[in-house]
């Protein structure tokens, strides 16, 4: 090296260090209004609401400011043009900054007065949507559905539509970064027809699984425990995390050494408890398997909502809903609920928790007829932002295809497409990681499954580490270092696909329904 | 009015409403981190240290760049030029602008590279502070404490001390606006001959009140219960705070409509939990008693930490250890304890909340000798800051005056001039503000039982409504309108005097040991 290449070594050097710590220092701030976001749903008293949506909102201000810092934009150009940071395209440095770089472009690419209308509109909206939903009435919604629908496309085109590309697709890559609405067609279209297939062959057998450990009622008090001991179990760490309760379970906190996990708890039913704990553990898990020393830049984040949910869906149903797991907390239901339990036999429990059952609630439904739901919401979705579906047809061709894929008669839109809060908050390009996860969970539990032979033989010891550490090596410790389906290549080895999602479900549900 | 005058007053309201948003703005960014502080102490796992200090310290950078921001200062030199926004001295606007004045002076005058490096230090020293009291070794934290008192040194000069005042005066002014040395000096040296003479009394006498109530184990459970009872009776309200448990009791939050506050649980003594409680419920009662109309402005700001302190001390001792509180109280012991307390009279119980007894230790001491521990320390940090007391000699100063006053003779360190966290956090002129908080309780409470004659009665039937109505009204509703000593003249007629602190002790205690 000569000395003007090491001064400018060490001058980009600097820069790149500058450039993680405007990162690190948003962060800070939007991990903090985390924290407020978690509060208010778990400990916050009533009283607070009003001045909290002001602290939410300058919290909201000062991260946006920071993260369209002309000096972040300054910065980038001077480390995208070293050859040395960006000679490893994988590498930390190159990672980081074309991640940094697509969320300096996501964000500078939208107006300010975009930005805030469309949340100023949501807000409304999200208050006329639950209006809207408790009276079943659609009409109501439909002017701020339309408001939302008109902001989502000034969005979309702010962004840039992609060539070749539609609008649902600029919206989509915020939360699956790369994905598009001609690759989930690619995936839903086989999908649909086998999963329509499945169902009709389960549904049409006469013989079903016990729903009998659904239809016990059990004390929530027990039930806490219940779950607590399988979140220990599978291996979240409470001592980087919390469980509480709260309406709608998620997976919250502010970073990996501080994760805030919420479950929810019916008198009856503790299927419903212990779904959900799995489903927020998985997500914890991923969460506290993010590296600490990359902490506030990409390499520490999830790298997309699909990915994240195949963690959580991994653990709610690749394990959850697997009869080694039941093998292993079959005998030990008698230590949380003593006599109650008493009756039941491991049939019975291993097949409440695979009961399937097409019903008109998404968040409600069972594995094989979830994706269902999302398919629904992504073709009506992607129509109405190409202008092919008028928000007047919304629910007509909701019920339409309801009866088409389910063969349900949707009986009014509280129960129809009133159900879901996501369109009322502006949220287009969503629904679909929800399947995502579900594919990519099976496609990833496929792997561990021919790497890690006798895995099922650990479930039945209630042994989960060697799972967990598989996870933490593959997927959790990349943060953002590949693009979603990179990575679904590098640990899998293939593109993403139905067949292992197929595989799971017919393996596990013919035998169940005798189909 | 002129056009001239009519344009020049819309500029000027506008100055003195941009000025308010900027103080409220401060304001979210500094509740925000209130939040953190109480999730830090209630909730966090203990994984997420680190990364939170790292956040607090964001928050704590933001909001001092908010507070010290040109724009106050030309705004408020812009509002301070307008006689019509000044000329009622405590009306909204001028009390705000004053307030805000007194804020941004306060934190200009002290250099950043000042507040960073005691930031920093007083980081060690806390660490360096809480080994040192471990091991009782205070030559230990001397280095520490030195660094400190030179830095506190620095920040008087900088903050500017009064002439015919001292350094302890520009400290003290952070926490209770307005007080010097000297007048302490003049409250303290009566009260101190005057308390030693009653506890001389006290302890020379052969009747004692019964301990008997302090040295039952009762379940957590159900003192939690009970406290989260009395809690509610004295008017806490729940819809707008809340109660968790802590090591160290306080009383947080972000605002009037969100108040958190925290108490204790021992096995053995009921009393402490229920002390704590009452103490921190009386804080809460404060915060909760601002007017949220003025939130984030001076005039929805508490006063002081002296007249904070005496709206706990109020509660907890006044109320809290009264006869007529506990004529109330003792018949619903059963309810909460069952037969543990069933054989206690009513004078076990009012006489347990009642014991006099010195001791080691500040935060473990009566309502007595209390303001004993607070007049030791204070002569030493006036001594210390004046130059009259080399670090060398605090341990052999602290413990002769534990001899003069309370006649005690200091086993150690670690129950001596080790005990309490401030000066370690480099905080002096703060103790103070607890006896002030005893004296302020005491005469503004004299003042209440003259405007209220039947309030014993009403105690009596568990209704302190009016008590609170008038503490809302008389303390709470002004925020920092008027100065503390202000307040007190106003609200009492006079200045503030020891004497109703000694009537309220003699009157008390003489009865319960024959003295």
Sequence with gaps: MTTATIVSAIRTESAYQQLLRLAQDAKLIASSASLLSWDQ??????????????????????AHDHLVDPRVGDLLA???????????????????????????????????????????????????????????SFSRFKPWLRKNIELLRRKAECLGVPRDGEPWDALAD??????????????????????????????????????????????????????????????????????DTSTHPF?????????????????????????????ECGHGIYEQGLLFAHVGTPLGESVSLGIHESQSRMWENQ????????KWLYPKLGEFFGSATKGLSLEDVYGGANVVEPGFIRVEADEATYNMHIMIRFELERAILRGDLDVDDIPETWNAK???????????????????????????????????????????????????PDLHRQFEKGKFDDLRHWLNRNIHAHGRRYLPDEL??????????ADPLMRHLEGKLRPLYGA
Aim: charged residues 25%; aromatic residues 8%; proline residues 4%.
């Design 319 to 326: 394990v959850g809903r697997s009869l080694p797991f039941w």
């Design 251 to 279: 997976c919250g906190g502010t970073h990996c050494n501080d994760v805030r996990l919420t479950t929810r708890f019916h008198d009856v039913n503790v299927n419903d408890a212990l779904g959900s704990t799995m489903h």
């Design 402 to 452: 309801y009866k088409d894929y389910l063969g349900l008669t949707v009986p009014d839109d509280r129960r129809g497409c009133l159900q879901d809060v996501h369109w009322s908050s502006a949220s287009m390009g969503y629904f679909p990681t929800y399947t995502l996860g579900n594919l990519y969970a099976a496609q990833i539990f496929e792997k561990v499954m021919q790497e890690i």
């Design 174 to 243: 915020e939360y699956e970064p790369g994905m598009t609405a001609a690759q989930i067609e690619t995936l839903f279209t086989p999908l649909r027809s086998r999963l329509k297939k499945l169902l009709d062959d389960l549904l049409g057998s006469s013989k079903k699984p016990s729903n009998a450990f659904n239809e016990i009622a059990l004390p929530i008090e027990a039930q806490k425990k219940f779950v607590r001991f399988i979140a220990e179990a599978i291996g979240f760490d409470f001592k980087r995390g919390r469980l």
């Design 488 to 497: 679904c290549q590098r640990v899998t080895g293939k593109p993403l696909s």
């Design 41 to 62: 749903e778990t400990m916050m008293p009533d009283g607070g609401v009003e001045y909290r949506s002001r602290q939410m909102a300058m919290l909201a201000k000062l």
């Design 78 to 136: 001077a480390c995208e043009g070293d050859r040395d940071l960006m000679a490893a395209p994988h590498g930390d440095a190159a990672a980081n900054i074309r991640e940094i770089r697509r969320d300096y472009d996501r964000a500078t690419k939208l107006p300010s007065d975009l930005v805030e209308e469309m949340a100023k509109t949501a807000s409304v909206a999200q208050h006329e949507w639950a209006a809207a939903r408790k009276e079943s």
